[in-house]
Structures are given as structure tokens and as C-alpha cells.
């Protein structure tokens, strides 16, 4: 799919606001992120802001329902016809709220990332995403947190990590306020590193 004159074509699936897309897409303007693009973004969520953002920057999106299509199988199923037929080399997680399944993780061996909350493997796994992370953090006390970006296989939060930043835990936080400064410190600052780092591997490859 790709010649040297080439950027890696990048789908990004998103849920909710799509701030990590945001990072994703000013890295990009910005140059930071030199040797990919955001090609699609890919929401399970219609009602999703990222889907506003991607508009905004011109990104094409696609809008599919597990409920409508009836099962995990059949989302998948639709979701890989989409990658495919945007002949997408790497897929980033950006806040999507759905566990893939190991035939989909198999499907894209190492071009799926992930970033996640936390320096795992600290408050990661199934079930502990969003703002149950960081209530989990400052339940149990801890003076350092972060974020993490992984690639992502059948495991939740298991895929080999690719980079983590960590971020103080500051006296009086809230989940909320832990959650903002991780994002801040962390998440936005990540994630175009990550993408940029495997951009640059893979064209070197061609």
C-alpha cells in the first residue's frame, strides 16, 4: 500500500469528545507528525464530538452501530471492510469504547495503538477505562501516574508499550482534575510521538 513518497495512512476510532484526536490532528498541522496522515475517523458513537472535529479538519468519517448490525462479529466484519477499502496501514485508539476481539487484534498484528490513562501496569485491564482509572489511582494513594501507549493485542491493556510519561498525583485532585493534567502532561504529548515513531519505522521499510 505504501511507496517512499507515501504517508502512512492512519484511521482513528473514537467514542466521545476526540481530544486525543485533536493532539492527533494539531501534531499533524503543526508538523510534528511529518510522515502520517489522519485518513478516516471511525466512530461507534453517531453522537460523538470527534466526528465534529474530524469534519472540521476535512477528515473523512464513517459512523457504524453494533447495535444495528446485530453482534461483535458483524461490527468487526464492517469496520475491517471500511479499514480496508481506505487501505488504512495503521489504526489508533483514541478513546473507543469497544474491546476488540483477538481475530480483529490478530487481523492488524502491531498497527493498532492504543494510549491508556495509566502507567500500566498500574489500573489497567478490562473494565478500567476513563475516569475509573484515576478514581482507582488516587483510591489507592499513589504519588505518580501517567499515560501509556501500547500496541494493542486480544488483551485489554496487555500489547507490548511503546512509550509512558508520568504524571505527579498533586494533593487535593479530583478525577477529574487528575484526568485533565494526565491528558495534558501526557495523553496529547504521546500519542503523535507514538504515531510519528511508527510512521517513520514503517516508510523506512519501503
Known amino acids: 500500500m505504501l511507496n517512499g513518497a507515501e504517508k502512512l495512512r492512519t484511521a482513528v476510532l473514537v467514542s466521545g469528545g476526540g481530544t486525543n484526536l485533536q493532539a492527533i490532528l494539531d ?3 503543526s508538523g510534528m507528525i511529518r510522515n502520517a496522515e489522519v485518513s478516516l475517523v471511525l466512530s461507534n458513537n453517531p453522537a460523538a464530538y470527534a466526528l465534529q472535529r474530524a469534519q472540521k479538519a476535512g477528515v473523512p ?4 452501530s453494533r ?3 446485530g453482534s ?15 487501505a488504512i496501514d495503521l489504526i489508533v485508539l483514541a478513546g473507543f469504547m469497544t474491546i476488540l476481539s483477538e481475530d480483529f487484534t490478530r487481523r492488524y498484528d502491531r498497527r493498532i495503538l492504543n494510549v491508556h490513562p495509566s502507567l500500566i501496569p498500574a489500573f489497567c485491564g478490562k473494565g478500567c477505562y476513563g475516569l475509573r482509572v484515576h478514581e482507582q489511582a488516587l483510591a489507592r494513594g499513589v504519588k505518580i501516574t501517567g499515560a501509556t501507549v501500547h500496541f494493542v493485542n486480544e488483551i485489554p491493556d496487555g500489547g507490548e508499550i511503546l ?8 494533593p487535593g485532585d479530583t478525577p477529574e482534575t487528575l484526568q485533565r493534567r494526565v491528558m495534558e ?3 496529547w504529548i504521546l500519542l503523535p510521538q507514538a504515531i510519528e ?4 519505522s514503517k516508510l523506512n521499510q519501503f
Do not use: G, H, N
Open 163 to 170: 512509550l509512558q510519561q508520568p504524571v505527579s498525583v498533586l
Open 27 to 29: 501534531a499533524q498541522k
Open 67 to 69: 447495535r444495528e448490525l
Open 197 to 200: 515513531m511508527i510512521a517513520a
Open 72 to 86: 461483535q462479529q458483524a461490527f468487526e466484519r464492517e469496520m475491517i471492510r471500511v479499514l480496508d477499502d481506505c
Open 185 to 187: 502532561q501526557a495523553e
Open 61 to 64: 468519517t464513517v459512523v457504524l
